[in-house]
């Protein structure tokens, strides 16, 4: 079992900056991928950034490319989605999300942080 909590959420204006941060704990029995997701009110998750377990393969969504970034202390097991240039439709709950093996864009993850609401003002 994996428990993930994000923190760093909060209201703040366009154009600033936020970093949000994931502390897994637990075990896996395999080295796991973190990915973050958002989801808008009426409207399905979707894909935001996903790290390999080395930090060695990374993704980001187009939407938030060049100005999201994702990275990972493997050391301290918390995973970083720092968020630049914030945007009024960034505004989401943002969930952290660990699956074994590669990352992946799919939601198919195994576990699930309670997610933390960013809200971004104009």
């Known amino acids: 079992q994996v428990q993930l909590v994000e923190s760093g959420g909060g209201l703040v204006q366009a154009g600033t900056s936020l970093r949000l941060s994931c502390a897994a704990s637990g075990r896996a029995f395999r080295p796991y991928s973190l990915g973050w997701f958002r989801q808008a009110p009426g409207k399905e998750r979707e894909f935001v950034a996903a790290?390999?377990?080395?930090?060695?393969?990374?993704d980001v969504a187009d939407s938030v490319k060049g100005r999201f970034t994702i990275s990972r202390d493997i050391i301290k097991n918390t995973a970083y989605l720092q968020m630049n240039s914030l945007k009024p439709e960034d505004t989401a709950v943002y969930y952290c999300?660990?699956?074994?093996?590669?990352?992946?864009?799919?939601?198919?993850?195994?576990?699930w942080g309670q997610g933390t609401q960013v809200t971004v003002s104009s």
């Open positions: 790290i390999g377990w080395s930090a060695d393969r990374t």
């Open positions: 999300a660990a699956k074994e093996g590669f990352p992946s864009t799919d939601p198919k993850y195994d576990y």
